[in-house]
């Protein structure tokens, strides 16, 4: 499985971005992508994730009402919506994927074995 970030940029406080996540190779019905994201000095966080099957999503906290991850099957691709960016917003973005994940441990991130490049994220006050 290959995984393809884009769509990261420099955006004022209150915009928007859409990201993608390509994935090439191998798939499977099973499979989870989800978001993580990276600011400078801090640890990786979950940001959201969605099942292929059944289309189930995840989010943080921090994003719930602002972001909205979806996929398009026939693509192979994932999205992500950030609306309403705040400043604390800013990091690298990455995606990531596994054949199988429990809900127990979907918003961790040692818990994906397929990551993508990042994409940067930077939001302006």
Do not use: H
Not at 86 to 100: G, V
Request: aromatic share 12%; charged share 15%; glycine share 12%.
């Amino acid at each position: 499985v290959q995984l393809q970030a884009s769509g990261g940029g420099l955006v004022q406080a209150g915009g928007s971005l859409r990201l993608t996540c390509a994935t090439s190779g191998r798939t499977f019905s099973s499979q989870v992508t989800g978001w993580f994201r990276q600011a400078p000095g801090k640890e990786r966080e979950f940001v959201a994730a969605i099942r292929w099957s059944g289309g189930n999503t995840y989010y943080a906290d921090s994003v719930k009402g602002r972001f909205a991850i979806s996929r398009d099957s026939a693509k192979n691709t994932v999205y992500l919506q950030m609306n309403s960016l705040r400043p604390e917003d800013t990091a690298i973005y990455y995606c990531a994927a596994d054949p199988a994940i429990g809900l127990a441990t979907i918003r961790i991130s040692r818990s994906y074995k397929y990551w993508g490049q990042g994409t940067l994220v930077t939001v302006s006050s």
